[in-house]
């Protein structure tokens, strides 16, 4: 990752700035309360100590 992150030059594939942001903000139900998050369709409500944050 910090060969990624080095290479400040390029534009990052979306992989790569997944691996950078953690992940990312839940889109499903499913990763929503793997998350500890409530789902409102098509939202996820995160508390601020979940581990997806």
């Given at each position: 990752m910090l060969k990624t992150i080095s290479n400040l030059g390029k534009t990052l594939s979306k992989t790569e700035q997944k691996t950078i942001e953690g992940g990312g903000w839940p889109t499903n139900?499913?990763?929503?309360?793997?998350?500890?998050?409530?789902?409102?369709?098509p939202f996820c409500e995160l508390p601020s100590n979940s581990v997806c944050l």
């Open positions: 139900q499913k990763d929503c309360v793997l998350c500890g998050g409530n789902w409102f369709a």
